[in-house]
């Protein structure tokens, strides 16, 4: 029986692998109207057609995706819901808002804020979630929107270069190249910092004109509540669903409250507010790609609800600390009395296995990191994580956090995987000996000129093909090489901060514009003249590092 279901001619095939190729990565990076199909579904469409015309035989199909990055990027989400219902926004947002005297102290704080969540939540959660909070705090203090929109872009991807699991193309260059992640830390860490550090400054100067004739005079913790900017936002909110074809009351209706008494106690307000037409709101994650910008992205939707207080934006910043102190309240009186008689006390225990429950998402990330830095499988210690917080959530239906999967985004890596092995079958030896001259294969004897050249290109087909098809086409050659180590982090810096040379260049832009249309519209040139020099100086600094410290 044939392992295709035509039988092409040896000589053809290659022209069939070009055609199929080149318009499926059109029809995935271009949005053509009144077309809804999708990225996914144009990867689907295109991979199905290799495999369909023999390009790429059936038997191989297991082989040619790449599972460690798929089990990574499942388990990365899962565990991204988890700290979202854990409230890391709103202990960011504290930290973000708590005393902010200045309009340069705010741009500061975003850019750090944004960055180093970006490391560890990926760019495009962090830019959903950051930019509605950022948006609020200019509105009540009358600071422009524009200086913030740039550092929560800019900094976010930057500052997810750092780590393996920062975005997509370092998930599947750390899995792709064999990389170590305490390897891919020390090295990229450094550039990563560099680069937040120098495009802070450039934001610094570049808008200090226009901030200098700003001040804040409120205090922002108690102007501004996560729950009330959640009700401010559901006009935004409602337009971004509307235009994305989210079925979001389906989705209400599957995450349901799971505490009886909750929903009895609140049967009055919701009454009140499905009156009032108002309606849940969905912060977290969204697939823009039908109708919109063709955007995927890589984050964790979340459920937000009038009726569901247990939610991370849905709890008012000033009522954190003196709920967590009420907390304390029983495990504090055991402090009261002598520390030996405590021991004999199974209650003070049980109270310190309650706090370690509490604190459980917490320890769970720790122990993951560990578990990074001593080597361990990145995707399956993750998943281990995510399986221990399962068990101990044990009562709650899981299908939230099954649902907190970007099912459609995992399909859309799955087909490019295929897509691309199909094209590398039949054009590796001609693409190859073109890009070869210029890729830096010795780490020894380091050629400058070669660097230099190989940079420049990754940022200029980062922005035409997309950073993740251009990152998984260079992998199988990149392998077949067997080229040093460095030149896979160089690949991973550069792919990642070409993100920030235009609007279009990185998702994460993309969904900053994208929630932001309601109160300032980011224009193509207005991100360029920033965008432009910011990437090529980011670029320049961080390349050189990238070289030295993977050579120590």
């Not at 799955?414 to 210029?438: I, M, N, Y």
């Amino acid at each position: 029986m044939s392992n295709s279901v035509f039988n092409l001619n040896e000589a053809v095939k290659p022209y069939f692998a070009l055609v199929i190729f080149i318009v499926s990565l059109f029809l995935i990076c271009v949005k053509i109207k009144n077309i809804n199909i999708g990225r996914a579904g144009y990867s689907l469409i295109g991979a199905t057609l290799m495999v369909m015309f023999g390009i790429v035989p059936p038997k191989e199909i297991g082989s040619v995706v790449n599972w460690d990055t798929i089990i990574l990027l499942m388990s990365m989400m899962m565990l991204s819901n988890y700290m979202e219902k854990a409230n890391i926004w709103g202990l960011a947002s504290n930290v973000l808002l708590y005393k902010c005297k200045t309009p340069f102290v705010f741009l500061i704080r975003v850019c750090i804020i944004s960055a180093v969540m970006s490391s560890v939540l990926t760019n495009d959660t962090v830019c959903v979630t950051l930019t509605p909070i950022v948006i609020k705090a200019c509105e009540t203090t009358s600071l422009p929107y524009f200086p913030y929109l740039m550092a929560v872009a800019t900094s976010a991807n930057i500052g997810s270069a750092s780590l393996p699991v920062g975005n997509p193309q370092n998930m599947i260059i750390a899995t792709a190249g064999g990389l170590e992640f305490l390897n891919f830390f020390k090295v990229s860490v450094v550039s990563s910092f560099l680069g937040v550090l120098l495009n802070s400054v450039l934001l610094y100067f570049y808008f200090k004109k226009n901030l200098s004739k700003f001040e804040i005079t409120v205090d922002l913790t108690k102007q501004i509540s996560l729950k009330s900017l959640t009700k401010n936002n559901s006009r935004n909110e409602k337009e971004i669903k509307q235009e994305n074809s989210l079925n979001y009351n389906k989705l209400t209706q599957e995450n349901s409250i799971q505490n009886n008494d909750s929903i009895n106690n609140n049967n009055t307000n919701s009454n009140n507010n499905n009156n009032d037409n108002s309606e849940d709101i969905i912060t977290g994650s969204y697939n823009i790609d039908n109708n919109s910008s063709n955007i995927i992205i890589i984050s964790t939707p979340t459920l937000y609800s009038e009726d569901n207080e247990d939610r991370l934006l849905d709890v008012d910043i000033n009522d954190q600390n003196s709920s967590n102190n009420n907390n304390d309240g029983k495990f504090n009186q055991y402090n009261k009395n002598n520390f030996f008689e405590n021991l004999k006390n199974p209650k003070f225990y049980l109270e310190i296995l309650k706090k370690l429950i509490e604190i459980r998402v917490s320890i769970i990330l720790f122990l993951i990191l560990v578990g990074f830095f001593v080597g361990l499988h990145m995707g399956f210690t993750v998943l281990f994580g995510v399986s221990i917080l399962m068990m101990i959530e044990h009562n709650n239906d899981i299908g939230e956090i099954i649902k907190s999967v970007d099912w459609e985004l995992l399909l859309f890596f799955s087909g490019l995987f295929v897509l691309v092995d199909g094209f590398d079958r039949q054009f590796a030896k001609e693409a190859w000996t073109v890009l070869e001259p210029f890729v830096p294969l010795d780490d020894k004897n380091i050629n400058i000129f070669k660097v230099f050249i190989f940079s420049i290109m990754v940022l200029v087909l980062s922005n035409v093909l997309g950073n993740v098809p251009l990152v998984l086409s260079l992998s199988p050659r990149l392998l077949d090489a067997n080229v040093p180590n460095f030149t896979w982090l160089l690949l991973a810096f550069v792919s990642t901060v070409a993100g920030n040379l235009t609007l279009v260049g990185s998702v994460a832009n993309l969904i900053v514009a994208e929630k932001a249309k309601a109160h300032h519209v980011i224009g193509f040139l207005e991100y360029l003249k920033f965008g432009v020099p910011s990437t090529i100086l980011v670029v320049l600094i961080g390349v050189p590092i990238v070289v030295l410290m993977s050579s120590i």
